[in-house]
């Protein structure tokens, strides 16, 4: 089955299913995603269709529009251009991401109309159920900030829940800033001990500058 086809077959059944839940389709490049937009947030999943015959699913993942905009002002939209795909039309920054979720068709070749059905009823289920259940719990930023609690009381990291690279830790911080955290000032404390442990010299202008920030929020 050529990619071509498979593309047409897959892009035809998640149109079915999902536009009805507000997702719209942009198929274009190597990345073909999918976003539903409202307002506060930004819900997307992405997949790439590999030449062997397989079939890539991201995981869901939710921007948050007021900690993301505070991302963007502290980083700088010339910098986050530089170092991620972001454009508000087809890339958006992730402030959470659905790490549980399991590409269990990402090595399978898929070369038969049943295959590709096999693949999308699992996907749509996925959307249906636990991306749902994902998206309506992780949209409230108590609930994140619920979440990295229990990380950390795990002996585990933000990045568990939330997205980026170094800059996890600054949504970290906003987040419970945002949300009055009492624990507040032991997250910022804990965020300089990963600056004085590590290299992050890259970061260190903008970590300086979003404690500022934080200040007055």
């Given at each position: 089955m050529l990619k071509s086809d498979r593309k047409k077959y897959v892009f035809q059944e998640f149109d079915k299913a999902l536009l009805n839940f507000g997702f719209e389709g942009i198929?274009?490049?190597?990345?073909?995603?999918?976003?539903?937009?409202?307002?506060?947030?930004?819900?997307?999943?992405f997949m790439?269709?590999?030449?062997?015959?397989?079939?890539s699913m991201s995981s869901i993942r939710i921007s948050i529009n007021v900690i993301e905009d505070i991302i963007i002002n502290v980083l700088g939209e010339d910098f986050v251009k530089a170092n991620y795909f972001f454009d508000r039309k087809k890339y958006f920054l992730t402030t959470v991401v659905d790490e549980n979720f399991k590409d269990i068709y990402q090595y399978?070749?898929?070369?038969?109309?049943?295959?590709?059905?096999?693949?999308?009823?699992?996907?749509?289920?996925?959307?249906?159920?636990?991306?749902?259940?994902?998206?309506?719990?992780?949209?409230?930023?108590?609930?994140?900030?619920?979440?990295?609690?229990?990380?950390r009381a795990e002996g585990k990291f933000w990045s568990d829940i939330l997205g980026g690279?170094?800059?996890?830790?600054?949504r970290g911080l906003i987040i419970s800033k945002l949300c009055s955290d009492k624990g507040f000032e032991?997250?910022?404390?804990?965020?300089?001990?990963?600056?004085?442990?590590?290299d992050l010299s890259k970061w260190q202008p903008y970590f300086v500058d979003l404690k500022e920030r934080l200040k007055t929020v």
């Amino acid at each position: 089955m050529l990619k071509s086809d498979r593309k047409k077959y897959v892009f035809q059944e998640f149109d079915k299913a999902l536009l009805n839940f507000g997702f719209e389709g942009i198929k274009t490049g190597s990345d073909p995603t999918y976003i539903m937009k409202s307002n506060e947030i930004v819900v997307s999943f992405f997949m790439n269709f590999k030449d062997l015959g397989s079939v890539s699913m991201s995981s869901i993942r939710i921007s948050i529009n007021v900690i993301e905009d505070i991302i963007i002002n502290v980083l700088g939209e010339d910098f986050v251009k530089a170092n991620y795909f972001f454009d508000r039309k087809k890339y958006f920054l992730t402030t959470v991401v659905d790490e549980n979720f399991k590409d269990i068709y990402q090595y399978r070749e898929l070369n038969s109309e049943s295959d590709l059905r096999e693949l999308t009823n699992w996907y749509i289920n996925y959307i249906k159920v636990e991306a749902k259940e994902f998206v309506d719990t992780y949209r409230y930023l108590p609930n994140i900030l619920k979440k990295m609690n229990e990380l950390r009381a795990e002996g585990k990291f933000w990045s568990d829940i939330l997205g980026g690279t170094v800059d996890h830790l600054f949504r970290g911080l906003i987040i419970s800033k945002l949300c009055s955290d009492k624990g507040f000032e032991d997250k910022v404390v804990f965020v300089e001990n990963v600056f004085k442990e590590n290299d992050l010299s890259k970061w260190q202008p903008y970590f300086v500058d979003l404690k500022e920030r934080l200040k007055t929020v």
